[in-house]
């Protein structure tokens, strides 16, 4: 099975900067990887799909990239409403997620 | 509006049968693969059980195997979760998810979520 690892498990960051998050894989998932945001007492919202390409609507502060292993979402300049919590999905098998981010108010 | 809503969760006691749905509207659900996930109180998200556009093909997570069968009726634009023989570590906020076009197994559209408590 492959397990899907991210880091930090919390990051503190202030409005503005910029946000880096890693996802790693224990095998080879080529670019067969989402992320998700998920609000405090809301639905995850897709973010990123294979890899490096936004989902409708999401705004171009985040990107990601990566390949293989080792995977980054990256938000460039930290807005009040992106301080929540950030999971990785990979989608060579079935579906399986990280244990998540959580991007706090630092 | 395109939308998910779940209903039909609540308390059940172990070794107890429960039904969760999900109600389609603003899209074409037959034209999409569904998705149940769960979330359990303080933890990360766990895929559960996939279902083709027509119920040809589903799959579940081995956690779950044997015990939740997924169905949908799409002349209702519904989904469902049957769910039997459930233990505590069943406990979760159950979503269903629209998979984001065929065989990606990503979920562009997802529900409110039902919570599910299994205790005695």
């Known amino acids: 099975e492959i397990v899907l690892t991210q880091s930090p498990s919390t990051l503190s960051l202030s409005p503005g900067e910029r946000a880096t998050l890693s996802c790693r894989a224990s095998q080879n998932i080529h670019t067969r990887l989402a992320w998700y945001q998920q609000k405090h007492g809301q639905s995850p919202r897709l973010l990123i799909y294979d890899a490096s390409n936004r989902a409708t609507g999401v705004p171009a502060r985040f990107s990601g990239s990566g390949s293989g292993t080792d995977f980054t979402l990256t938000i460039s300049s930290l807005e009040p409403e992106d301080f929540a919590v950030y999971y990785c999905q990979q989608r060579s098998t079935w579906p399986i997620f990280g244990q998540g981010t959580k991007l706090e108010i630092k | 509006e395109v939308q998910l809503v779940e209903s039909g969760g609540g308390l059940i006691q172990p070794g107890g049968s429960l039904r969760v749905s999900c109600a389609a509207s603003g899209f074409s659900f037959s034209s999409y693969n569904m998705n149940w996930v769960r979330q359990a109180p303080g933890k990360g998200l766990e895929w559960v059980a996939y279902?083709?556009?027509?119920?040809?093909?589903?799959?579940?997570a081995d956690s779950v195997k044997g015990r939740f069968t997924i169905s949908r009726d799409n002349g209702k634009n519904s989904l469902y979760l049957q769910m039997s023989s459930l233990r505590a570590d069943d406990t979760a906020v159950y979503y269903c998810?629209?998979?984001f076009g065929s065989g990606t197994y990503y979920f562009d559209l997802w529900g409110q979520g039902t919570p599910v408590t299994v205790s005695s």
């Open positions: 279902i083709s556009a027509y119920s040809s093909t589903k799959s579940y």
């Open positions: 998810a629209r998979e």
